[in-house]
């Protein structure tokens, strides 16, 4: 008997011609897609909840995206400072005529000709913090030198737009 109704199971399994055909299954699925797309197109709250989904990604990749234009922006604008200084250096003798900037600048010249002779301010990179306060100094002061105007509009744009990206980021 038991092999009887092995036999009987293994038949019904090999001959399974019977039941629906599998395109009716596609067609139905598509239906219900269909229904399902239209309700999504009916329905306006279940839109708005979709939408406030992804809206909470696109403002973090956005965010990160503005913070990044933000260090680039401080990085060049740290850059025009450092050749503001360099050339306030060059452009020393008519700096001295002017009061403001003499004792600051000839005290950052004092310690650099220090670094220099103990060996340690020959390289350019270890010389960038001095020229950078330099170019703060100068930039402060603002000396109608005609060599340091691009600079000086230059930094300006800069820090606009320093400030616009960070307005920005506050309303995030």
């Given at each position: 008997?038991?092999?009887?109704e092995v036999a009987y199971l293994l038949s019904s399994a090999e001959n399974q011609k019977e039941g629906l055909p599998i395109w009716i299954f596609?067609?139905?699925?598509?239906?219900?897609?269909?229904?399902?797309?239209?309700?999504?197109?009916?329905?306006?709250?279940?839109?708005?909840?979709i939408n406030n989904i992804f809206l909470v990604y696109k403002k973090r990749f956005m965010k990160f995206?503005?913070?990044a234009v933000l260090r680039h922006?401080?990085?060049k604008k740290n850059k025009l400072l450092t050749q503001l200084g360099q050339q306030?250096?060059?452009?020393?003798?008519?700096?001295?005529e002017i009061s403001e900037a003499t004792f600051e600048i000839s005290s950052l010249e004092k310690k650099k000709q220090s670094m220099k002779e103990s060996g340690r301010g020959q390289n350019s990179a270890q010389l960038e913090p001095h020229y950078q306060a330099?170019?703060?100094?100068?930039?402060?002061?603002?000396p109608g030198i005609e060599v340091l105007t691009f600079y000086y509009s230059k930094l300006?744009?800069?820090?606009?737009?320093i400030k616009i990206l960070k307005q920005e980021l506050e309303n995030f």
């Open positions: 008997m038991n092999k009887v596609y067609i139905a699925l598509c239906a219900i897609l269909l229904l399902l797309f239209l309700a999504f197109l009916h329905n306006k709250d279940l839109r708005n909840k995206g503005l913070v922006q401080e990085r306030g250096v060059l452009a020393w003798p008519e700096l001295k330099i170019g703060l100094i100068i930039n402060k002061i603002r300006d744009k800069a820090e606009r737009r």
